[in-house]
């Protein structure tokens, strides 16, 4: 039996992060301002700093990680590579089945990445205070980890079904310092205009990142941090692939298919993406970004400009988009109920080159459950949308007799996440498919550009 656990050593780090955009067929569909204009660099410097606006444009294949950031991933980088052996046993099946655990972070999952870059280029630019949303607590959890290493104060809107659910979620930002708001809130105009039509109103992510932004652009000490989406957090994930790729080449091993889960793009960024520099150069892989049937962004979704937020405030993003005031079903994968998707991982959807499935909320409990069992991890009810979709390629693959190599991320641990498995244990979770009517519907809410 070949290893289990294949590690790196900690100089083996990646010291720089790859750009998805020097290899693509075509040039990355523009962001537009309000006003349907092409959007320009200084548009965005209420609320970013400059690197990081550079980076959300650059075209440049490989971006230096500065050194300080580096020190600081080091405390749980490299991430180890799992062959799952045990699983694979379990099912029976020809194939093999690797993971790369991101569970690791102190946050417990891969948000912290890109969080520790952001904050750091913020503390260089002289900012004070950064604002940002948070669904499920993962990104709030990484972004108040980073600003506490940088010592920057975070503000952080948490969807407020989300801030009832979670109570260690909140806790823990609140150790690392960051200040905990359930969304919608007074504090914001978009927040008191979503409570007086609906004083009840439960929150999204959309109106979140409303609150977060309006902030961030009225007041110059303080910017906005986004946990996926954006070009430069899908390029600071990239760290995910290039490490998995050295660790597979230590076992001589190269994947036939990789498998992600996909709220905002940033697993499936971070892990494809230096995969698909070989797609690129004729190497036959498919890379298959998996979201739920309660959020189909990419399966059913319109390809088309739309918000990333309910007020309109962001920029308009090409995308696939189930409407930028989609109010999300109860599921319990909160870190996949976004309604929109990365404009890059949409486009290279779009032109064929990354595929897309969508999968049932009670398969991806089961197949987490198995997963448990067999590996011991306890894997994010988000994770389990990619474990289920390998565990059905690895199930295909017995059929057929096929060996094939399966690598999927394995995004991030539960922990925090056991009011989910206790629902699905106790039969009380079902199976919700989006509506088509509310797809169509979304089509009358896109902006006219
Ligand atoms: C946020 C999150 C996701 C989904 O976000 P992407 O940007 O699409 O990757 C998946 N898994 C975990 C554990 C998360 O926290």
């Known amino acids: 039996m070949t290893d289990t656990k294949i590690l790196l050593d900690e100089s083996e780090i990646p010291t720089h992060w790859y750009n998805v955009v020097a290899d693509m067929p075509n040039p990355p569909a523009p962001y537009l301002g309000p006003d349907g204009q092409l959007l320009t660099p200084d548009a965005m410097q209420a609320i970013f700093p400059p690197a990081i606006i550079e980076q959300e444009m650059s075209s440049q294949r490989w971006i230096e990680i500065p050194n300080e950031v580096r020190e600081i991933l080091r405390l749980w980088r490299p991430a180890p590579l799992y062959r799952a052996h045990r699983l694979e046993q379990a099912l029976g099946t020809p194939a093999k089945i690797y993971f790369k655990y991101e569970g690791v972070s102190p946050a417990g999952s ?13 503390r260089e630019a002289g900012i004070k205070r950064l604002t940002t949303e948070t669904g499920a607590g993962q990104w709030g959890s990484s972004l108040s980890l980073a600003g506490s290493m940088f010592g920057l104060q975070v503000r952080i809107y948490m969807v407020k079904v989300s801030h009832g659910q979670k ?38 992510l959309g109106t979140a990142i409303s609150e977060a932004v309006e902030e961030a652009a009225s007041r110059s000490d303080t910017n906005y941090a986004l946990g996926s989406v954006l070009n430069h957090v899908l390029l600071h994930q990239t760290v995910i692939g290039l490490e998995a790729k050295k660790q597979l080449e230590k076992v001589g091993d190269y994947p036939d298919v990789i498998f992600a889960p996909c709220g905002g793009g940033s697993n499936v960024g971070g892990m494809m993406f230096p995969f698909l520099a070989d797609k690129a150069a004729g190497r036959d892989i498919r890379l298959v970004a998996v979201e739920p049937d309660s959020c189909p962004t990419l399966t059913r979704g319109h390809y088309a400009y739309d ?36 404009a890059l991982v949409s486009q290279l959807y779009h032109e064929g080159i990354l595929e897309a499935v969508a999968v049932p909320q009670l398969g991806t409990f089961e197949s987490g459950v198995l997963f448990s069992k067999t590996m011991g991890i306890i894997p994010a009810p988000e994770s389990n949308h990619a474990v289920h979709a390998a565990i059905q390629e690895a199930l295909r693959c017995k059929e057929s007799g096929e060996a094939k190599t399966i690598l999927f991320t394995l995004s991030g641990h539960g922990h925090f996440d056991m009011a989910s498995y206790d629902k699905y244990l106790a039969g009380e979770l079902q199976n919700y498919s989006y509506p088509d009517e509310a797809i169509r519907a979304a089509l009358a809410t896109l902006p006219k550009v």
Not at 172 to 192: D, F
């Open 167 to 204: 109570p260690f979620r909140r806790s823990m930002m609140q150790t690392w310092g960051g200040e905990v708001i359930p969304s919608p809130s007074m504090h914001t105009e978009a927040g008191r205009r979503v409570l007086a039509a609906d004083p009840d109103n439960q929150g999204s």
């Open 307 to 342: 918000f990333g937020d309910v007020a309109g405030l962001t920029p308009m993003m090409k995308m696939y988009t189930l409407g930028h005031d989609f109010m999300p079903p109860g599921i319990h994968a909160g870190g996949l109920r976004y309604h929109g998707d990365s």
């Open 110 to 122: 891969h948000k912290v990445n890109s969080a520790v870059a952001q904050a750091w280029y913020n």
